[in-house]
């Protein structure tokens, strides 16, 4: 055999399983689909055993794809399709067997396989079809039971056709289950996100799209899931017009901040509590964290001035007390009514 062959098999993923060059009658099955890759030729043969299933036939047109993953710089001038039984001499020569020798191998898997031959067939009809439907329960059910047959008669290439069929059909029902997770979480994000989006809530919005995107992009691709893919083009469509709009929001805000650290400094706590307020109504409006960080702590120093306040009213207070224990009701009422004051500054 020509020494620069390399040999694959198509898998029911569509992806393609290197094989031995050595022993290499031993890797033609009647239920592969084989892939000889000569790359001095730039050529491809695609041999399709007898019972290959229909399922691994369907990836035939994209083994250009399929064989780029193992070969980066893949040029495939042709490509030669051959069936098990119809091998052309230059493809025999090729891999240095005799049409005697190959038609002995698969005689012998045939012969092997004779006895329960009509049962498989029917198996892997409806294995096929419920492939096809997407049911991969009923795949799984009847590949076991194929299994089964093969171990009985001693068919190692059918039970690994099945094995190979079983975890593909494990894999893809596991897929499933995913991508109708994510669909169906998809749809209660958007109508969240809609409702948030119509009170104007956005940071809560937006943080709701990168939660789910953070629980589900590393599993799969999401724009290739619709309800997702409507999802994430709207929350962008969000942040381009918000930041269309959040250089007049900056420029309130910053505004607002200069009055607010005013009042901080004159400790009026009446004028920065309503500043702040008017403030939270336009970070909410804007997902810009920078400017959300910088308020969040403008509150700080609120509380933290509130704080001192509350200190100074409860040393106000004792020294209240104390004047009226010394019978200086004047001096109390004086200190009573800074009390007052600084309580009305609270609300």
């Known amino acids: 055999m020509n020494s620069g062959i390399k040999i694959y098999k198509l898998t029911y993923s569509g992806k393609a399983k290197r094989l031995p060059n050595d022993n290499l009658l031993n890797n033609f099955t009647l239920f592969d689909v084989l892939l000889f ?23 035939i047109p994209k083994v250009r794809e399929i064989l780029a993953d193992y070969e980066p710089n893949l040029i495939i001038l042709r490509t030669i399709t051959v069936e098990s039984g119809f091998e052309t001499a230059d493809f025999l020569e090729l891999l240095q067997i005799t049409n005697k020798e ?12 004779l006895p329960s ?4 067939n029917k198996l892997k009809e409806k294995a096929d079809n419920a ?7 009923n795949v799984i059910k009847f590949a076991e039971r194929i299994k089964e047959i093969a171990e009985q008669i ?4 059918l039970e690994q056709d099945q094995i190979d069929l079983i975890e593909e059909a494990s894999s893809r029902s596991t897929k499933s289950e995913l991508i109708s997770q994510i669909e169906s979480e998809a749809k209660k994000v958007l109508d969240e996100f809609n409702q948030l989006i119509k009170m104007e809530y956005h940071q809560e919005a937006h943080k709701m799209v990168k939660d789910f995107k953070l629980k589900f992009e590393a599993q799969y691709n ?21 930041k269309v ?11 607002v901040e200069r009055q607010f650290n005013k009042a901080l400094i004159e400790r009026n706590l009446y004028d920065a509590k309503n500043l702040l307020s008017s403030a939270k109504k336009e970070t909410i409006k804007i997902i810009d964290e920078n400017v959300i960080s910088k308020w969040i702590k403008n509150e700080e120093k609120l509380l933290k001035l509130q704080e001192e306040k509350l200190e100074e009213i409860f040393h106000l207070n004792n020294a209240a007390i104390e004047q009226i224990d010394k019978g200086n009701l004047e001096d109390a009422l004086k200190r009573f009514e800074v009390i007052i004051k600084e309580l009305k500054n609270f609300y």
Request: charge should be positive; charged fraction near 30%; proline fraction near 2%.
């Open 222 to 242: 999401l724009s290739s899931i619709p309800k997702a893919q409507q999802l994430l083009l709207k929350d962008e469509n969000m942040i381009y017009s918000l």
């Open 154 to 157: 001693n068919d190692n290439t």
């Open 37 to 59: 890759y000569l790359p001095s030729q730039k050529r491809i043969y695609i041999w399709i055993g007898k019972k290959a299933s229909q399922n691994l036939k369907n990836h």
């Open 245 to 255: 709009k959040e250089k007049e929001i900056k420029e309130n805000l910053d505004d």
């Open 102 to 113: 190959l038609s002995r191998r698969i005689a012998k898997l045939e012969t092997n396989l």
């Open 131 to 137: 492939f096809i439907s997407e049911n991969f329960e």
């Open 117 to 120: 031959l009509s049962e498989i």
